[in-house]
């Protein structure tokens, strides 16, 4: 993510982390792009785990019911 970063990307950019999605223990974290690798690792997020950037990451607010 430091690289999205250094090229310009805003360490405020929406960003979410699914981990084990589809599945029993799905979980979604949200963040942005400079605090989610913060909250993965206090949350201890393992693999299989799919990263989201972006203004997308805003409408899981309006899909979720």
């Keep these: 993510m430091r690289e999205l970063i250094?090229?310009?990307k805003s360490e405020a950019s929406p960003a979410?982390?699914?981990?084990q999605g589809t599945g029993e223990a799905?979980?979604?974290?949200?963040?942005?792009?400079?605090?989610?690798?913060?909250v993965c690792r206090r949350m201890k997020v393992k693999n299989p785990?799919?990263?989201?950037i972006?203004?997308?990451?805003?409408?899981?607010k309006q899909c979720s019911g």
Excluded: F, K
């Design 6 to 8: 250094v090229h310009g």
């Design 49 to 52: 785990a799919l990263l989201i």
């Design 16 to 19: 979410a982390v699914i981990e």
């Design 26 to 38: 799905e979980r979604i974290l949200i963040g942005t792009l400079g605090s989610i690798p913060h």
């Design 54 to 60: 972006g203004e997308v990451v805003r409408v899981r």
